[in-house]
């Protein structure tokens, strides 16, 4: 059983963005997250992290999240700049950094849907990818549920698609944590990442949110070719998620640029 845990103890101050920080609201923001056997992770990060396990049905299962969303209004926090908006996915497992202590996320990549990849991709070395990345959505305003999510993404690293509904009798259930918050704090609230750069050396950065106020949702189709590829979700267990949570639209503020651990 996961430990118990209260959001306000996670709720930091907003650190004040300076030089090149980003600040961006993320539309039809969707957490897909499935539980899979610990053993399928090994060699996926270095030994300064451990997977931040969940006891399942007495077996400990290790959570990966599938993370779409629109970027739109991504532009600079600290200074007039354009505007921009893109399609995005991110692949995140759950760990634990073992020097910190810290409970973080481990990014497999992202794809980007925008020709701004170039920044992050070839100037950061980030484990970012081209796709077209497509939005089918319709969102209910009196009760805030959507009544379609549909989402694909085309990409030779990560092609994607996945279809979503939601409605009011659609509960939080979460095996492995003692109650709902402590779950939330888990899949939602990790302020810092790490990856392999594509120059293979380890890489890392932050970002700040206030408390996301996603709701539950039930997953109708996914088809995630990177999950299968690796072995971690195969095909046929990618209908049956641990948990699916959208939130309409939420603000980010990213730190940048990323820093290089070595």
Not at 150 to 167: D, G, H, K, P
Request: aromatic residues 14%; contains cysteine; hydrophobic residues 40%.
């Amino acid at each position: 059983m996961q430990e118990s845990r209260k959001l306000e103890d996670y709720l930091v101050q907003r650190p004040k963005p300076k030089g090149i920080d980003v600040l961006c609201g993320l539309k039809h923001f969707a957490i897909i997250t499935y539980a899979v056997p610990a053993d399928r992770f090994k060699g996926i990060f270095p030994d300064r992290f451990r997977l931040d396990v969940v006891e399942i049905d007495g077996q400990d299962m290790g959570l990966i999240s599938v993370v779409p969303f629109i970027d739109v209004d991504f532009t600079s926090a600290v200074f007039p700049f354009p505007k921009f908006k893109m399609g995005q996915t991110n692949y995140r497992i759950y760990i634990i950094d073992t020097e910190t202590g810290e409970r973080c996320v481990w990014f497999l990549g992202t794809t980007l849907d925008s020709w701004t990849l170039m920044v992050p991709r070839y100037l950061w070395n980030l484990p970012w990818h081209a796709g077209r990345i497509s939005f089918d959505c319709s969102l209910n305003e009196s009760t805030g549920l959507y009544e379609k999510y549909r989402m694909e993404t085309s990409s030779s690293w990560a092609e994607a698609s996945v279809e979503l509904v939601q409605s009011e009798s659609d509960e939080l259930d979460f095996p492995g944590f003692p109650d709902v918050e402590s779950a939330l704090v888990y899949l939602t609230h990790p302020l810092a990442g790490f990856y392999y750069r594509r120059d293979n050396k380890l890489g890392t950065y932050r970002v700040w949110h206030k408390e996301l106020e996603v709701k539950p949702a039930k997953l109708k189709s996914a088809n995630f070719r990177l999950l299968s590829d690796l072995g971690i979700v195969k095909e046929l267990e990618q209908s049956a998620p641990y948990s699916v949570l959208i939130e309409p639209i939420n603000e980010f503020t990213i730190y940048l640029p990323p820093t290089v651990i070595g």
